[in-house]
């Protein structure tokens, strides 16, 4: 179990930085933005990604919350900085992890109107709500609460570990409209998560005791695949990497997307991803508790002749009315779909670049700028971003973008990124929440982003 804690340590330091990836998202080219939007346009006849390192990204964004919060040096005892932080948070306040490595990126041009790309990447993708109502039962106690309803179903959390093995294809359709899509087989290898959990924990003051508890329709709903084998945790977390292809739980998934240029100048591009499914099968276990509970308080009888054990009795009636269970049944999970979408102006210096495939030229400008929204289906409900970002391109294989972001995190989050390509190296290496970095305790998010890749014309 330590090393299973190790190793999601580890992943977390890889990088830190946001899902969205809203400045690789339509930049330069890139190969990686066709996992992005598989309709994507593409300007060489086949690619090679280094292994492990064509594509790295990853995630930790915690809403609502700052380490300085609790550290920082202002004279303030910690523990009513404690107590500010159990206040401040709401059931909608969260942690959030993404992690994801390219362990295999490559593609060739079948003709000059499509392109085939595939590969295979880890992901970790992990997300918990902060459960306000039982914190605040567990902290403080129910009697200052009187007749308040604390709300079970905000106990709500998943983490999904898995190897993604795809294929896609972009096709030109004519001058202005260009197609795309992706098949993924999904291959987890861990999942732990709650679904559909519900019910209510009450205290009223009560008739034949000072207080009655409600324990009212409790319905709680615990998974985990990969992570219980035998009544035994996970004990060599390099499993989850080696089952990773192919050997875990499976599902199928689908990536859609279009290129669609209004006018030579005018671009509008769109993107869904990840919409697909993962049944659950292997290394199943599972925990429900069912059922509703009244208690009034123990009633003590002194009977030196005929003893009664309360605490025995007052188990086995919960346990009856209340039963907690374990089984091992497969369960369905979607994935966590995200939809993308761009419109984007460009103008300044006209320049041409050759088509490496048919000895024809595509023009381009050497500025644009654009709008950019991000939506990402989460368990307790969708997160959106927005982003205007401003692109320059300096030469044919050298280019910037600079990006700002509003979303659940920060309303002043700046990136800025640059692609290169020197012979057939292409390189491109990105940073968000730019200002965050000379004191990351005060951010809410930080992230970079990378990928080195080998590009033939």
Not at 283 to 291: A, I
Not at 412 to 431: K, P, R
Request: charged content about 15%; some cysteine; aromatic content about 14%.
């Amino acid at each position: 179990m330590k090393r299973f804690i190790f190793l999601m340590l580890l992943f977390v330091s890889l990088s830190i930085q946001t899902q969205n990836k809203q400045v690789l998202y339509g930049f330069a080219e890139n190969p990686q933005t066709l996992l992005l939007n598989p309709g994507a346009e593409t300007n060489y006849k086949f690619h090679i990604g280094i292994p492990f390192l064509s594509g790295m990204s990853g995630d930790v964004a915690l809403k609502n919350f700052k380490l300085n919060d609790l550290f920082s040096e202002d004279g303030i005892d910690f523990n009513t900085k404690i107590f500010r932080l159990l206040n401040k948070l709401t059931p909608e306040d969260h942690l959030k992890i993404n992690v994801q490595i390219d362990v295999l990126n490559a593609g060739f041009r079948v003709n000059d109107k499509t392109y085939i790309s595939f590969g295979f990447y880890q992901e970790l993708d992990a997300i918990a709500y902060w459960p306000k109502d039982v914190i605040t039962l567990l902290n403080e106690g129910n009697a200052p609460y009187l007749n308040k309803s604390f709300d079970l179903s905000q106990l709500l959390y998943k983490v999904d570990f898995a190897g993604i093995l795809h294929v896609g294809m972009s096709r030109k359709i004519n001058q202005k409209l260009t197609l795309g899509g992706r098949l993924k087989v999904y291959s987890s290898t861990l999942n732990i998560e709650t679904q559909n959990n519900s019910g209510t924990v009450t205290t009223q003051l009560g008739t034949n005791n000072i207080y009655t508890n409600y324990l009212n329709t409790i319905d709680l709903n615990f998974l985990s695949a990969g992570l219980v084998v035998n009544d035994e945790y996970l004990e060599n977390p390099m499993e989850l990497i080696a089952n990773s292809f192919l050997g875990g739980s499976l599902g199928v998934g689908l990536d859609v997307g279009l290129t669609y240029h209004l006018s030579p100048r005018l671009e509008f591009t769109g993107s869904i991803i990840d919409f697909g499914y993962i049944n659950y099968s292997k290394k199943v276990q599972n925990t429900t508790v069912k059922g509703s509970y009244t208690f009034e308080g123990v009633n003590f009888l002194f009977d030196p002749a005929n003893p009664t054990n309360y605490w025995a009795a007052l188990n086995a009636d919960f346990e009856e009315k209340v039963p907690r269970g374990n089984n091992a049944n497969a369960y369905t999970s979607w994935r966590p779909t995200k939809v993308n979408a761009a419109l984007k102006y460009s103008f300044g210096s006209e320049r041409r670049s050759k088509f490496c495939y048919d000895n024809t030229f595509k023009e381009f400008y050497s500025d644009a700028i654009g709008l950019q929204i991000h939506t990402i289906m989460r368990p307790l409900r969708p997160q959106y971003a927005i982003t205007g970002f401003y692109e320059k391109t300096f030469t044919e294989k050298l280019h910037a973008k600079v990006t700002y972001t509003v979303d659940d995190y920060s309303f002043h989050n700046v990136g800025v990124g640059i692609s290169t390509q020197i012979g057939n190296v292409s390189l491109f290496g990105m940073v968000d929440s730019l200002f965050a970095f000379n004191n990351l305790a005060n951010a809410s998010s930080a992230s970079f982003q990378m990928g080195l890749n080998l590009i033939f014309d």
